[in-house]
């Protein structure tokens, strides 16, 4: 049996290969976390869209199908600034859309789900049920809330898509810094949706935070197989987070029409803020290419637009249309395989010491 592969991040967490099932809000399940965790990696879920209760939920219904660690993810933006005039107008842009399938966009919108940063009951949550790992995205809490979570003996963890924003999660105490790179399905963790975005590929952030920082970093976007495991350890990473790799997986949540589009062999990814009001790369479809048109409106805040998106999105499901989904997937889509959880992590560590070997025999 090959030797495991240890760093001391998988050391800490007590895991027995350097994988990470990334926590992708809708898409993760108690079931996938589970299996995906009992196959030696660290399972996630992401709450982030949830409320409180469900959350508490979803970790007790993990907790059942496995005794192994496994972590949960919450978003840290700020909250949405209403702004009825923009929402309006983004209404009537997508309303000829709607009336394709028989529908009528809302009258209004809200904002969908909360933020960590005032989410008091979901703080609540994590401090009583103590999930061995707590991811951010789209920032960091207040240092009250890091300090409460640590207090509790939690493992904090936090994307940066730059080498600022992960000395700032370093400064802030948390353990370990996913770096995110522009490769990456699903939202765009900055800090700051309207800074300058360097859009730092998984490589280039990978190998500046190993060198920048002292905390262990976690490489993600773009990693589909055991080759570009090893890649990223290599460039410093002491584990590497897979999402879109999870989501063929008969335990996530992705209906039909996702886990076809994730074998087509013309799938192509994006970047787009028209789905949620953030920018996330997803499988190109209808939505993105409204929000790229020249008479497209301002796209209301983050959550906000999510509401008009997953309206949009209902209305065409109910007619058999999947052309406004919000499949997000990263930029090595076409890799995909559909294997169950526990499978695939075995799949994974094994790619991993073949490419691992691969590489010392061209060393030697």
């Known amino acids: 049996m090959p030797a495991r592969i240890r760093t001391p991040l998988t050391e800490r967490l007590g895991i027995s290969t350097p994988i990470i099932q ?17 196959a030696g990696a660290l399972g996630f879920l992401g709450v982030g869209a949830m409320t409180a209760p469900v959350a508490r939920k ?19 933006h700020r909250p949405a600034v209403a702004n009825a005039a923009v929402e309006a107008a983004w209404l009537s842009y997508l309303a000829p859309a709607f009336r394709e399938f028989g529908a009528e966009p809302p009258t209004a919108l809200g904002e969908i789900y909360k933020t960590f940063v005032n989410d008091d009951a979901m703080l609540d949550v994590f401090l009583e049920t103590r999930p061995a790992v707590v991811g951010f995205h789209f920032g960091l809490p207040d240092a009250s809330r890091i300090r409460a979570l640590r207090d509790a003996g939690i ?23 996913v770096a995110q790179g522009y490769e990456a399905g699903g939202h765009r963790g900055v800090f700051d949706p309207e800074a300058r975005d360097e859009r730092l590929g998984t490589f280039a952030l990978t190998r500046l935070l190993a060198r920048r920082v002292d905390v262990p970093v976690v490489a993600a976007g773009g990693i589909m197989d055991g080759a570009g495991i090893a890649a990223v350890l290599a ?41 949620s009001g953030r920018r996330a790369r997803g499988l190109y479809n209808r939505l993105m290419q409204l929000g790229e048109a020249h008479d497209s409106p301002a796209v209301p805040d983050y959550p ?38 526990g499978e695939l992590v075995a799949v994974l560590d094994t790619e991993l010491q073949e490419a691992l070997r691969g590489l010392g025999a061209l060393a030697a």
């Not at 926590?23 to 079931?31: E, N, Q, Y």
């Not at 058999?320 to 499949?327: I, K, L, P, R, Y």
């Open 22 to 38: 990334a926590p992708m809000a809708g898409v993760t399940t108690p079931a996938l976390a589970a299996a995906s965790a009992n």
């Open 155 to 177: 493992y904090l963890m936090a994307s940066a898509t730059s080498v600022e924003e992960a000395l700032r999660i370093q400064d802030a105490g948390i353990d370990a810094i």
């Open 304 to 341: 906000i637009a999510y509401d008009a998106g997953k309206a949009l999105n209902a209305a065409a499901k109910a007619r058999g249309n999947s052309d406004f989904a919000a499949q997000w997937a990263g930029q090595a889509v076409r890799l995909s395989r559909a294997l169950p959880a």
């Open 58 to 76: 979803a970790i007790a219904d993990t907790r059942a199908l496995t005794q192994r660690p496994f972590g949960v993810n919450v978003f840290c």
């Open 235 to 275: 460039l410093g990473a002491q584990a590497a987070q897979l999402g879109t790799a999870f989501v063929g997986c008969p335990e996530s949540s992705a209906d039909a029409a996702f886990r076809a589009a994730l074998t087509d062999t013309r799938a192509v990814t994006a970047m787009t803020a028209a789905i």
